[in-house]
């Protein structure tokens, strides 16, 4: 008498039964319960006409140019960019390395621009106060002073009226009255 274990350990490989894959040792268990078991026989009767009837169906056949369409199609979808969004294309500008910074100075730069529009005076000392703005300004009180001098030598030298007039203006007095 065939148990309810027996009979569910038997249907678990009847499909490896019928298709002749189980060892000596299952297959001769497997005809000595189907001897005792009237309903694994029945379950092994209903496998074999289904298994029969599958190998009777034609097996599908791809056509020669599937595989290359197929690759082709693949192909096409990895190498295709991905639609992005505007929202997306902002939100990866924002993450870009170096956009906040530049952003935070965008928008100093456009708060000063109204300040030193419409306040100049409060802005100019600043200006006026960094090393080479200080430096251009001694470079050209250098450059003026040398220029006085040249012109009055050169007055000196050429007589030119201009240079010997700013020049002698005192000793002219002095010497005129
Ligand atoms: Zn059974």
Redesign the pocket.
Known sequence: M?SML??KK??EGLSEYIDGVQTVEQSEATQA??RS?A??TKIAEELTQTSRLLAFLPRPELSESFELKLTTRLAGQALRPKPITLTEKLAAWWVRPGVRPALASGLAVATLVPVVVFFPRAVRPTVVATPAVEAVAENAEVEQAMQEHLSAKAGEVFGDSSGLLLASTPAGRETGS
């Open positions: 065939a027996d009979c038997i249907q319960h189907l078991c309903v694994c």
